[in-house]
């Protein structure tokens, strides 16, 4: 039995990479709109025209805090466990980071939920964030499996 702790098989490399990938495409996404929270400037929201109904209203920050400054901070976490992992092949890196997804998707939930029939008004960004932290989430639940499979006795 393979110890739970290293393992450079445990895990399928392309869950390895979409996570990695996915991740950096939420930070982006959540970078820009915390760097446009503190520059104050104007979003360009070409699919939806909530995006600033969104951004400014109440549920934007949590205690003067953006939720987008949160999110980059989620998936840049999300992003360095991945790069820790590709070093160490620790698996219980991964592990951390597949559960820690379930409270990113959790938060992506409500905030959409706020969008839909808070708000009433969709932000363009929001919605990248919550696709991104939903296939995180539906990645982790893999990573989970795969490594519930790998400590099972032969």
């Given amino acids: 039995m393979k110890s739970l702790e290293r393992s450079s098989e445990a895990i399928p490399r392309w869950i390895i990479v979409a996570f990695s990938i996915i991740s950096l495409i939420g930070f982006a996404d959540a970078a820009y709109l915390t760097a446009n929270h503190y520059l104050g400037t104007s979003l360009n929201c070409s699919l939806f025209e909530g995006c600033e109904v969104v951004t400014t209203s ?82 982790g639940l893999l990573v989970i499996k795969s490594c519930f499979s790998e400590v099972r006795p032969p």
């Fill in 58 to 139: 109440v549920y934007a920050t949590v205690a003067g805090v953006p939720i987008a400054l949160v999110g980059a901070l989620y998936y840049l976490l999300i992003f360095v466990a991945t790069i820790a992992y590709f070093d160490t092949g620790n698996l219980r890196i991964m592990r951390f980071a597949a559960y820690f997804t379930v409270l990113g998707f959790l938060a992506s939930l409500w905030l959409l939920y706020l969008q839909l029939f808070v708000i009433e008004a969709l932000c363009m960004y929001c919605l990248i964030s919550f696709f991104t932290s939903t296939a995180l989430f539906l990645l």
